[in-house]
């Protein structure tokens, strides 16, 4: 029990990193998922994956954000810092334009086009929030 | 002849039935976020689970015991009960990952949610179990399973640096992300040395009734099965190297996972994968369910095989029946299969050396053995495993929580 505590505890006084440090993990995971999704996209376009399983990754892709951002909402501490709050809106904006990637799926491909730029206009202020 | 038709589907069996849930996710994360720096972890487990493997084997070969009922016997109930009850409350976890992993496939093969899937799913694990014999599950299930070589094959065709992919197999510590780094070291041996597999293998070669005359096909059997069968987990993490850590994706989702075969093989990839996915978790669901009705029935004294007709094996034809709904609740609760699946293989290392100890004294007991007990290799691997079982056990809780999520 002892040992179970310690180690534990080393995991709680570890867990306490600077907002800078929370910022870039995020980043990364939000990049992982907006990647991801495009590549599904690339997939589907080219007929080498079926829809039904496009719309799976585009769905867990705005979910991966959408938890993204709650994982930031929580943390209180690092909330007033301007480029968390700054990632955090375009997290927003990362998850609602996955979910029109999903929706663009059986519409045409001009509407599938604005939701790509949305989605990297996201994911590149997501990567510039967690660079300055 | 006939031996070597034996070996030939001994090692076939293997490899069909050594990629599922767990050695997917965990191969796929480790190449996707560290390329191939994980190989050595995959050819560290492999080794020593090809050693404990050939170590059940020849204890019921030798014995005609399987592990759990040499364990109750040599230890007696009272220690008995700490071990069994530990790798029965991580077998419903297996279990409950692998029907949510078959269920994971069928949804992405047909876009309609997991949910769905999971009764279907338990219902055929269940009925396999109860009609099929264990010769006719193993083999059939397992020869399906050989779909899984095709990661081995992207790993060819998507030309990785042989190089860099040898260097993977010399430990390294990570030059970033170290504690998800440990977390997928830690995850990979979980996923790899499988405490379910030493007393399924055991309860195996009793069902096939193994005599001494059957060690030394055992031990190619053990070698070859297991050694090929890691060369399929380390053809996932190559093709995870290669498809998704150059793109940034993390193989957070199993649907990230399935990109990994289309750029090799086209439209087939995706199918290539699911297929995969469904054929290793639902080998794994039936290896799973049956190895808890063995641990309890050998535990408890009961009349146990899968050979029994249902009717005059009744408790243990009632375990893995409850063992099935139990998970399908789990499943239909929400667990998500994949992160249920990172947790499992992190809490294996934390109870395997509970569970490997005692093996080491058994191998050593020429009661049980006879002239076939462990030499000095054998002493040491295990020696090894519990030790290191031990050191992974202390880091497992700080890693799951810092490099878990």
Redesign the interface.
């Known amino acids: 029990m002892r040992?179970?505590g310690v180690?534990?505890a080393?995991?709680?006084v570890?867990?306490r990193r600077p907002p800078s440090d929370v910022l870039g993990e995020s980043a990364?995971?939000a990049?992982?998922?907006i990647?991801?999704a495009e590549?599904?996209a690339d997939?589907w376009t080219s007929?080498?994956?079926?829809?039904?399983?496009a719309?799976?990754?585009l769905r867990?892709a705005q979910r991966?954000l959408e938890a993204e951002r709650a994982r930031l909402g929580r943390k209180t501490e690092v909330m007033k810092d301007p480029r968390v709050a700054e990632a955090v809106s375009a997290l927003d904006a990362a998850s609602v334009a996955a979910s029109r990637m999903g929706a663009a799926l059986t519409r045409g491909g001009d509407e599938r086009a604005a939701a790509r730029g949305e989605i990297r206009s996201a994911d590149h202020r997501i990567q510039m929030a967690a660079r300055r | 002849m006939k031996n070597a038709v034996r070996v030939l589907l001994g090692v076939v069996t293997s490899i069909g039935g050594f990629i599922e849930a767990g050695s997917i996710s965990t191969s796929a994360q480790a190449g996707a976020l560290f390329g191939f720096r994980l190989l050595w972890a995959v050819a560290l487990a492999a080794i020593c689970v090809a050693f404990l493997i050939e170590m059940s084997g020849r204890l019921a070969a030798v014995s005609h015991h399987t592990l759990a009922a040499a364990v109750r016997e040599r230890f007696g109930v009272t220690f008995h009960i700490g071990p069994i009850v530990a790798e029965l409350l991580l077998d419903i976890l297996v279990l409950t990952a692998e029907i949510g992993g078959v269920g994971t496939a069928l949804q992405l093969l047909t876009g309609r949610p997991v949910r769905l899937w999971v009764l279907p799913t338990a219902f055929l694990v269940w009925l396999l179990l109860w009609v099929g014999n264990f010769d006719a599950i193993e083999n059939s299930v397992a020869l399906l399973g050989l779909v899984t070589l095709c990661f081995v094959v992207a790993a060819y065709r998507l030309h990785p640096s042989w190089p860099d992919v040898a260097r993977g197999f010399v430990p390294s510590v990570a030059d970033h992300h170290v504690a998800r780094y440990g977390f997928l070291a830690v995850s990979i041996c979980g996923a790899t040395i499988s405490p379910y597999l030493l007393n399924f293998y055991s309860s195996g070669a009793v069902e096939e009734k193994w005599t001494e005359k059957d060690c030394a096909m055992n031990r190619v059997v053990a070698s070859l099965g297991m050694g090929f069968g890691a060369v399929v987990a380390m053809g996932v993490l190559v093709t995870a190297a290669m498809v998704l850590q150059p793109r940034g994706i993390a193989a957070d989702a199993f649907s990230q996972v399935a990109l990994v075969l289309t750029p090799a093989f086209g439209r087939w990839g995706f199918y290539l994968f699911a297929a995969s996915l469904a054929i290793g978790c639902l080998g794994a669901a039936l290896e799973v369910a049956l190895n808890m009705a063995y641990l309890l029935g050998q535990s408890l004294g009961w009349s146990w095989g899968e050979n029994l007709r249902p009717k005059d094996g009744t408790r243990f034809s009632l375990v893995f029946t409850l063992a099935i709904g139990l998970s399908a609740v789990l499943v239909l609760l929400g667990l998500d299969p994949l992160r249920l699946t990172l947790f499992s293989m992190a809490l294996t290392v934390i109870i395997l050396p509970v569970l490997v100890l005692p093996f080491l004294v058994l191998m050593n007991d020429e009661h049980y053995v006879g002239r076939h007990t462990n030499g000095w290799l054998g002493n040491a691997v295990v020696g090894f495993v519990v030790v290191a079982g031990f050191l992974m056990a202390l880091v497992a809780i700080p890693l799951q929580i810092l490099g878990g999520s």
């Open positions: 040992l179970l180690s534990i080393l995991a709680v570890a867990c990364e995971r990049h992982s998922w990647a991801g590549m599904t997939l007929g080498r994956v079926p829809s039904g399983f719309q799976v990754a867990d991966g």
